[in-house]
């Protein structure tokens, strides 16, 4: 990142939070955990800590367009406090419509400082899409349209941050028919670093390490095809799923008042869509890592994912879900297993879910029917 005189003034991020009475011990358990959240190595963890105890902080924009503000929600209320009191409040201090104390004129006047003082340096973080029809009226902040406010503060952007699935995906505003012509920041901005971080909203955590690796890396994290950060995004909610050995047996909730339910089967059949959606609900979870959807009851609904309001009803199951081969019809599986001549793979697959299937049937016979016990089989 390109240092200034003016990013040499500024404290770093140790210095302000031992100003707010944090202990080292306190700033260290913060690095651990953003470091672990990112993937490191213990060698990341040294990295992150030296970074957030030399570097300046980074200096933000934090604008918000067409949304409901739940991206600014979850990151508040992530778990943990040195996020809201170290991140968010630094970011503050340059401009986001939301949290800053400024309003009308002043807070116009500090975005223009912050783009001034900063070319190339500050971050970009947007929440929200653009409304491009009827000349991008419907979105108007101080007199501008959206779409002007965003081109002209991504023009002095080192990299741009896409919050949630309104920046990242148009979210529901872009579902059919899109009144608005709501459209997200990859269509409209080129020529900069931008990564996406879906969700409705995304988890905390996950917005505070992604900015934790802009500071600590001066650079971007490594993206998915589709520009999400691999860290949070690469594996399938269906992957870290504490329910699949259930999925994996074909044990199913048929409906959500049914004793099924009441035992925690999977929830594929009442709509859950895990197996096509790629997000770290099942590891990171929610609120201090207490629950998750999933945990609560609920199926997945793709949050994450483009056009998840309008991929069909989120209480009809996924007919398939292409490249998984047998699993895609798991639900199936006394079906295949009576015409199994086909392939070896899928014979095998089907005789290992067989199996699983006889050993959880006996587990819940037994009372064990936790998915802690099943997953240790
Ligand atoms: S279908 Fe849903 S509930 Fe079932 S294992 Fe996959 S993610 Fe979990
Ligand atoms: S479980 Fe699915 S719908 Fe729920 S927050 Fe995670 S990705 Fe979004």
């Not at 929600?73 to 949290?99: G, M, N, Q």
């Not at 699935?165 to 409209?188: D, F």
């Given at each position: 990142?390109?240092?200034?005189?003016?990013?040499?003034?500024?404290?770093?991020?140790?210095?302000?939070?031992?100003?707010?009475?944090?202990?080292?011990?306190?700033?260290?358990?913060f690095?651990?955990m953003?470091?672990?959240?990112?993937?490191?190595?213990?060698?990341?963890?040294?990295?992150?800590?030296?970074?957030?105890?030399?570097?300046?902080?980074?200096?933000?924009?934090?604008?918000?367009?067409?949304?409901?503000?739940?991206?600014?929600?979850?990151?508040?209320?992530s778990s943990h406090p040195i996020v809201?009191?170290?991140?968010?409040?630094?970011?503050?201090?340059?401009?986001?419509?939301?949290?800053?104390?400024?309003?009308?004129?002043?807070?116009?006047?500090?975005?223009?400082?912050?783009?001034?003082?900063?070319?190339?340096?500050?971050?970009?973080?947007?929440?929200?899409?653009?409304?491009?029809?009827?000349?991008?009226?419907?979105?108007?902040?101080?007199?501008?349209?959206?779409?002007?406010?965003?081109?002209?503060?991504?023009?002095?952007?080192?990299?741009?941050?896409?919050?949630?699935?309104?920046?990242?995906?148009?979210?529901?505003?872009?579902?059919?028919?899109?009144?608005?012509?709501?459209?997200?920041?990859?269509?409209?901005?080129?020529?900069?670093?931008?990564?996406?971080?879906?969700?409705?909203?995304?988890?905390?955590e996950?917005?505070a390490?992604?900015?934790?690796?802009?500071?600590?890396?001066?650079?971007?994290?490594?993206?998915?095809?589709?520009?999400?950060?691999?860290?949070?995004?690469?594996?399938?909610?269906?992957?870290?799923?504490?329910?699949?050995?259930?999925?994996?047996?074909?044990?199913?909730?048929?409906?959500?008042?049914?004793?099924?339910?009441?035992?925690?089967?999977?929830?594929?059949?009442?709509?859950?869509?895990?197996?096509?959606?790629?997000?770290?609900?099942?590891?990171?979870?929610?609120?201090?890592?207490?629950?998750?959807?999933?945990?609560?009851?609920?199926?997945?609904?793709?949050?994450?994912?483009?056009?998840?309001?309008?991929?069909?009803?989120?209480?009809?199951?996924?007919?398939?879900?292409?490249?998984?081969?047998?699993?895609?019809?798991?639900?199936?599986?006394?079906?295949?297993?009576?015409?199994?001549?086909?392939?070896?793979?899928?014979?095998?697959?089907?005789?290992?879910?067989?199996?699983?299937?006889?050993?959880?049937?006996?587990?819940?016979?037994?009372?064990?029917?936790?998915?802690?016990?099943?997953?240790?089989?």
């Amino acid at each position: 990142m390109a240092s200034s005189t003016t990013s040499s003034k500024r404290p770093t991020y140790y210095e302000d939070l031992r100003s707010r009475g944090y202990s080292r011990r306190d700033f260290m358990k913060f690095t651990t955990m953003i470091a672990a959240y990112l993937g490191l190595e213990s060698t990341g963890v040294a990295q992150v800590t030296e970074a957030l105890m030399t570097k300046p902080r980074l200096p933000v924009i934090w604008l918000h367009f067409q949304e409901c503000t739940c991206c600014s929600e979850s990151f508040i209320r992530s778990s943990h406090p040195i996020v809201a009191d170290i991140i968010l409040d630094k970011i503050s201090l340059d401009y986001t419509e939301t949290l800053m104390a400024a309003s009308g004129h002043q807070a116009e006047a500090s975005m223009r400082k912050t783009m001034e003082e900063y070319p190339g340096e500050y971050v970009l973080c947007v929440e929200g899409s653009v409304p491009m029809g009827a000349d991008g009226a419907y979105c108007c902040i101080g007199g501008k349209s959206a779409i002007d406010i965003l081109q002209e503060a991504a023009a002095g952007a080192k990299a741009i941050i896409a919050w949630g699935s309104c920046a990242c995906n148009g979210c529901v505003q872009a579902s059919k028919p899109n009144p608005t012509g709501a459209t997200p920041i990859h269509k409209l901005v080129k020529g900069k670093p931008i990564i996406k971080v879906p969700g409705c909203p995304p988890i905390g955590e996950v917005m505070a390490g992604v900015l934790v690796h802009v500071v600590t890396f001066g650079r971007i994290p490594e993206l998915d095809r589709v520009g999400r950060p691999k860290a949070f995004y690469s594996k399938r909610v269906h992957d870290t799923c504490y329910r699949r050995p259930f999925y994996d047996a074909g044990l199913f909730v048929e409906s959500f008042d049914d004793e099924n339910a009441r035992k925690g089967y999977c929830l594929y059949k009442v709509g859950c869509k895990g197996p096509t959606t790629y997000n770290a609900c099942g590891v990171t979870k929610w609120n201090n890592g207490t629950s998750y959807p999933i945990q609560s009851g609920h199926g997945c609904i793709g949050c994450s994912e483009e056009n998840f309001w309008d991929n069909g009803p989120f209480y009809r199951r996924l007919s398939s879900f292409p490249g998984f081969g047998i699993e895609s019809t798991a639900d199936e599986i006394g079906a295949f297993a009576a015409g199994a001549t086909a392939a070896g793979i899928a014979a095998h697959a089907i005789g290992t879910n067989i199996m699983k299937k006889k050993i959880i049937q006996s587990h819940v016979e037994e009372g064990r029917t936790s998915a802690e016990e099943l997953n240790h089989d």
